[in-house]
Every structure is written in C-alpha cells, then in structure tokens.
Nanobody, 124 residues
Framework: QVQLVESGGGLVQAGDSLRLSCAAS????????MGWFRQAPGKEREFVAA????????LYADSVKGRFTISRDNAKNTVALQMNSLKPEDTAVYYC?????????????????WGQGTQVTVSS
C-alpha cells in the first residue's frame, strides 16, 4: 500500500503561482510512477502531469504545458507540482496518484493509489 497526502492548495488570483506537494508513505515510493490529476465541478477527472520513477521522464497535458512543472524527491518521498501563470480554468480539486509502471499515465483507471485531493481556486 502507498498512502498519499496532498497539500499546498488555496485561493489565488489569475497569473499567480502555487506549489502543490504530495507526501507518500508505505511501499517504496521511488519504484512508482506518479501523476497529478484534477477535477472541476461537474467535470470528469483529467490528467495534468506525470513523472517516472527516476524523474527523468515527464508528461504534461497540453492545457498546462509550459506553465506547470512536476518533480519528485525520492529521498523525501515527495512529488510536487509547481503551477505558474494560473488561470481561472485551472480551478479544480487536484489529486496526487501513484502506479507501478510509467505507461498509459494519462489514464485515471490505471492508477492504484490516490490522495484525498487539495482545492485550487483561481479568481479572475
């Protein structure tokens, strides 16, 4: 089992930055691919970013490419999402997720472990 706890959400203005963090405990975190997803009210959960076990491979949704950066620190068992130039359409609950293999990382159903989510609200 892997337990995931997100933090860092909040209310910001358009153009601001925010850094989300996900702390992992349980099984060997460094073996897992990690992803960030988000879900806005009335919408399905969608892929935001993913990172492989070593941190050398990353993938981003087109909507956040160039603005968001995913990173991980295996020594600290954490994964982060740095969000810059935030837009009102980035408003959502953001979830951290983990899975064993870095394949099909944009697919929600492929992830085995999920955090409880953290709210990000961007005002215009």
């Amino acid at each position: 089992q892997v337990q995931l706890v997100e933090s860092g959400g909040g209310l910001v203005q358009a153009g601001d930055s925010l850094r989300l963090s996900c702390a992992a405990s349980g099984r060997t975190f460094s073996n897992y691919a990690m992803g960030w997803f988000r879900q806005a009210p009335g919408k399905e959960r969608e892929f935001v970013a993913a990172i492989n076990w070593s941190g050398l491979s990353t993938l981003y949704a087109d909507s956040v490419k160039g603005r968001f950066t995913i990173s991980r620190d295996n020594a600290k068992n954490t994964v982060a999402l740095q969000m810059n130039s935030l837009k009102p359409e980035d408003t959502a609950v953001y979830y951290c997720a983990g899975r064993k293999y870095y394949v099909r990382v944009i697919v929600v159903a492929e992830y085995d472990y999920w955090g409880q989510g953290t709210q990000v609200t961007v005002s215009s």
